[in-house]
């Protein structure tokens, strides 16, 4: 079992999303109590040392400020995956999140309106736009938060180019993904959108200016390379579709439930060490 070293564990702590897209294989877990979480934050301290919440989407959960303030309290580096709607839209409530984490990934999947709506990358019938986009990087980094923009790759958006939008946000890094379609129950099936190996290099060739912020993982980068917890508090393997016992039990620890699932820490250090 490797030991604590810069290990970070994505905390799916919400399967809720104020979005819908099409490509979304967050499945439907139960919500545990805030306390249960709490409890469970302490567990991890003693074996990662950053925790990355995510979803759903982690703004629509009335719990995500107080779990960010508890992770940051026991000593965790504290980052976001958001699709960015709240934070566009309803700032002011989110304030205080940008003096808690390090770094804030926006999930961007297209710049165009039509794009996004076809994704499902919509609140209601409301989008971001490419404009409002722009102007929440800028935040971001003004607050001095290190900025990430995480992309993926499907038939709809297969033809995009974007390296103006790079240009002008400046993004610490960036991370595209070749739709993947796991060994998981879907909410809905998406065989239309998934691409090629190939198709998915050709779409990281048309941005190779940015080579040094890429990231680029494809299906098999993916698979076995990420500490994922569900909102039950499960570790879950992304290829066997194996979930350990809940760290919400009393009598489990990190490090056992670690070892119901596999890791590839070749393809984790290359993702987070590079």
């Known amino acids: 079992m490797q030991t604590k070293t810069n290990l970070t564990v994505n905390f799916h702590f919400t399967p809720h999303c104020n979005m819908n897209c099409r490509y979304c294989f967050v499945e439907r877990t139960n919500i545990l109590s805030i306390d249960d979480y709490m409890r469970v934050i302490e567990k991890l301290f003693k074996y990662f040392t950053r925790i990355n919440f995510v979803g759903g989407e982690p703004t629509a959960s009335p719990h995500l400020l107080k779990l960010v303030k508890k992770a940051k309290s026991v000593g965790l580096d504290c980052t976001m995956v958001t699709n960015g709607f709240k934070l566009v839209n309803n700032e002011d409530s989110l304030l205080e999140l940008y003096s ?3 770094c804030i990934g926006i999930s961007i999947d297209s710049l165009k309106d039509d794009t996004n709506h076809r994704i499902g990358r919509r609140c209601n019938k409301q989008i971001i736009t490419c404009e409002e986009y722009e102007k929440l990087c800028k935040t971001i980094k003004l607050h001095g938060i290190r900025l990430k ?10 033809n995009e180019n974007f390296s103006g939008f790079y240009e002008k946000t ?6 595209i ?5 796991p060994n998981t129950k879907l909410k809905k099936e998406y065989d239309d959108l998934l691409i090629t190996k190939q198709e998915f290099d050709k779409f990281i060739k048309r941005h190779a200016a940015f080579n040094k912020k890429i990231i680029a993982e494809d299906n098999d980068a993916m698979t076995n390379s990420y500490y994922i917890l569900d909102s039950e508090c499960r570790f879950l393997d992304n290829q066997t579709g194996a979930k350990s016992p809940s760290l919400a039990e009393s009598s489990i620890s990190a490090e056992e439930a670690l070892s119901y699932i596999k890791m590839d820490y070749d393809k984790y250090q290359a993702r987070y060490c590079a």
């Open 100 to 102: 808690l984490l390090s």
């Open 149 to 158: 923009i995480n992309t993926v790759v499907s038939k709809l958006n297969l």
């Open 170 to 175: 400046n993004p610490d890094r960036i991370k």
């Open 177 to 181: 993904f070749q739709v993947l379609k």
